[in-house]
């Protein structure tokens, strides 16, 4: 696969690893039309759909003159899509989709190119609170609808339901703790 | 099959024909407790007198946060866990996990690990399949016999899971850059019996099956999906190769050691409900000529790169995506590593869950009856589907 | 006469049997009708359904205990197998297919999972055993457990059932749910914006106090 002619045809589009393509939000369904028409390509076969979570961070570098100074680089959420061609037989290329920050989380959903996508991008809304927009169905599915959280981000809180452990360590240990009150 | 008449007005009374009826639609939430949904699935669906007009796949009752508590324990903690995710073909879910963290790390795995691994998944692939066919017909109304048939077998594959592993389903058996344990002393023997014996009990479920009228004219037709809109949804597995792609993990990646092995894929040519479910008969008679080879070949040595450590594993930092094709279809284990301890992402792809993507394709314009066998015949597991 | 004491009662029985009477009571043949004849509901839930699939199956065959017909319908069904994890979205249905069997009725946990979570129970959707919603009569540990516990369980209920009394013989001496008490229904748990409410019901599942020394 020839990722070059891409990089060159579409300029918002980087590679960060050589592998895979990172598409700005507002490029991402040409560049996906793009890699499931063009003859090159042929990624028709989207085969593994899902989200990443990178939270915020703090990254703290020492000036010259000995200074700390701290920065705050904000976090985001990450659509992967993972293509194959059955045709070429080639793949995978794994394209991502970031969003903004972890407040601002709209990205447009690639459901109309690859219909594969539309259960995982599901699961994606449900379990990171990505939202999908021109999704068909955007619907939470393996949590119940009135769920309010998105629990597989890092920082998730579960509920407070610690059940009795006979010989509880490390992290359950904290949670009886919690749980019991500081005993 | 020779078709019958559309009834006539001739005889002195008019029939109404379906249009003239107003039938009354109606809401029908069948599941997640409802005996042909194959465990905790819900389908809500909606009927205009016995036809589907609408189907509305529901998910997550049996969400056991696989993919969370993986993130939070040791990158072999997930084993185990890989075993409950298809509880019919524990070791195919072992070999996925264990291939892509030998993937990410680069392990080599020794030559006699590769072909125990190649024999247990091909038992797994036999084990599954007869048990699909059966559960299948028992969805169409045969209870029992063909099921109880294709238990008795599966029964005898477990004996030798046991033997190896220790236990009957869940068995925990792979590991990276190798198995746990060699085969047992008689183990290879008993497993030669099998194979050799196996194609009579096929030749057996084939004469109860195949021909039988009630199953012809329940399946064929039914629950048609084009290779277009197979390959769209990303299907894998029997189903996307019963509506004709040839496409088959086995050959196209060649994971393992599967190629040096001689065998066909069976593709179907009209992705009906009948070439889904014959697809899986002829696949069993691939799966015991790759298992006769491999046992005829399997060399002597060690079962386990004894460079791979065990207790702190960290794999470097990077990510890998792999997958193998197990009887359900391509299972994937996507993970981001971050040079720790534990997993940054874990991300399975559940070949069931994908392939229910278009259920509702399929069940459009079919009746009720024809949606539990459209079900039946994609082949799902709810410890897959919702993880 | 009267005889109160059992041991002079079983004498007396195997005495009468020598001279070829048989003599036994209403309620031993009301019980051993019952244990002999379980139904259990059709009711997989995950990995230990299939277990139960293979009890049923020709190589351990339930059906010699008398319990092999699954019934699809709780209306029919005396015995719940609890067969795998329930999950929080599933735990309602679970507590209302218990109220929908007619008494008397029981219920078997089968697995890790079902007793306390097993090995999911750090799972943010996975109940942390279903005895926080409904009585539980015999539990089978395992992961899966093996057929053979589960007939393991099942003969253990029936021992359980046959030492029920049906017909009080003091007041107050009854141990059977059902002439006791009547239909019971035990809340149903309502799905939440965090959890289910409420996370467990009072009445039936008491927390164990923590113990710990330091």
């Not at chain 1, 980087?14 to 028409?37: H, I, M, T, W, Y």
């Amino acid at each position: 696969m020839n990722i070059a002619r891409l990089l060159k045809q579409f300029p918002g589009v980087r590679s960060e690893d050589g592998a895979s393509l990172v598409l700005p939000r507002e490029l991402a369904l040409q560049v996906a039309e793009c890699l499931k028409n063009d003859p090159e390509f042929k990624l028709d076969y989207c085969s593994n759909v899902t989200g990443v979570d990178y939270p915020d961070r703090i990254e703290k570098s020492k000036a010259a003159d000995g200074s700390e100074t701290s920065k705050k680089i904000p976090g985001f959420l990450e659509t992967v899509y993972h293509l194959y061609s059955i045709e070429n037989k080639q793949g995978p290329l794994a394209i991502r989709v970031r969003t903004a920050d972890r407040t601002n989380t709209r990205v447009p959903s690639l459901t109309p190119i690859w219909r594969a996508a539309e259960l995982q991008e599901r699961e994606a809304y449900d379990l990171f609170g990505i939202h999908y927009i021109g999704h068909p169905d955007l619907r939470r599915i393996l949590m119940w609808d009135d769920f309010e959280d998105h629990p597989m981000r890092k920082d998730y809180q579960e509920p407070d339901d610690y059940h009795y452990e006979p010989t509880p360590h490390d992290e359950v240990l904290e949670k009886a703790r919690k749980h019991y009150g500081a005993a | 099959m020779a078709q019958l008449e559309p009834p006539t007005a001739q005889r002195g009374y008019q029939i109404l024909s379906s249009r003239d009826l107003d039938a009354q639609t109606l809401e029908v939430a069948m599941g997640p407790h409802h005996p042909s949904t194959h465990g905790v699935f819900r389908m809500d669906v909606v009927l205009d007198g016995e036809t589907v007009t609408k189907l509305k796949p529901v998910f997550g009752y049996l969400h056991r946060n696989h993919e969370k508590i993986a993130e939070n324990t040791s990158w072999i903690g997930s084993m185990p866990y890989t075993d409950r995710l298809d509880y019919f073909c524990s070791l195919t879910s072992n070999w996925a996990y264990a291939l892509s963290v030998e993937k990410l790390c680069g392990i080599t795995v020794p030559e006699r690990a590769e072909y125990l691994r190649v024999i247990l998944a091909e038992l797994t692939r036999l084990a599954n399949h007869a048990c699909l066919a059966g559960f299948f017909v028992n969805d169409l109304g045969a209870m029992g016999t063909p099921l109880l048939y294709a238990l008795r077998e599966r029964e005898k594959i477990l004996d030798l899971f046991e033997w190896i592993s220790g236990a009957r389903m869940m068995c925990n058996f792979m590991r990276f850059g190798g198995c746990r344990n060699d085969a047992p002393e008689g183990w290879l023997a008993a497993t030669r019996k099998l194979v050799a014996h196996f194609p009579s009990f096929l030749d057996e479920y084939d004469r109860l099956l195949t021909g039988n009228e009630i199953i012809l004219a329940r399946t064929q037709g039914i629950g048609i999906l084009s290779s277009a809109l197979a390959i769209d949804s990303a299907m894998s597995g029997p189903c996307l190769r019963a509506s004709g792609v040839n496409y088959d993990i086995r050959k196209v990646d060649a994971y393992g050691i599967y190629n040096r092995f001689n065998f066909r894929v069976p593709l179907g040519d009209h992705g009906d409900c009948y070439d889904r479910m014959m697809l899986r008969l002829l696949e069993m008679r691939e799966s015991l000529s790759i298992l006769e080879q491999a046992l005829k070949e399997i060399p002597e040595g060690s079962v386990q790169n004894s460079a791979v450590k065990i207790r702190n594993f960290k794999p470097p930092k990077g990510e890998c995506y792999g997958r193998i094709e197990t009887p359900k279809g391509e299972l994937g284990f996507f993970l981001i590593s971050d040079g720790g301890t534990s997993p940054y992402r874990y991300r399975i792809r559940p070949p069931s869950f994908i392939n229910l993507t278009v259920l509702e394709d399929m069940c459009l314009g079919q009746k009720l009856a024809d949606a539990v066998t459209i079900l039946g015949s994609i082949d799902i597991v709810l410890g897959e589907v919702d993880r | 006469m009267e005889i109160s004491d059992p041991q002079e009662m079983e004498g007396l029985r195997s005495e009468l049997q020598k001279a070829g009477v048989f003599v036994t009571t209403m309620e031993f043949i009301y019980n051993w009708g019952r244990s002999s004849s379980i139904w259990p509901l059709q009711f997989g839930l995950a990995c230990c359904a299939i277990e139960m699939i293979c009890t049923a199956g020709a190589r351990f065959d339930l059906a010699r205990f008398g319990a092999e017909v699954f019934r699809p319908s709780p209306r029919q069904a005396d015995l719940m197998i609890v067969s795998g994890t329930v999950t929080k979205k599933m735990a309602p249905q679970v507590v209302r297919l218990y109220n929908q069997m007619p008494e008397p009725k029981y219920v078997i946990t089968m697995g890790a999972c079902a007793i306390s979570g097993g090995p999911f129970k750090q799972g943010y959707n996975v109940l942390k055993g279903v005895d926080r919603f409904i009585p539980v009569d015999v539990h089978i540990p395992g992961c899966p457990p093996r057929p053979e516990a589960l007939i393991h369980a099942l003969v253990t209920l029936q021992k359980k059932i046959s030492a029920q009394t049906t017909l009080p013989r003091e007041q107050g001496d009854v141990s059977n749910r059902a002439y006791d008490k009547g239909d019971q229904h035990y809340p149903v748990p309502q799905l939440g914006a965090h959890d289910i409410v409420p996370p467990f019901n009072p009445e039936v599942w008491h927390p164990e106090p923590v113990r710990r020394d330091s």
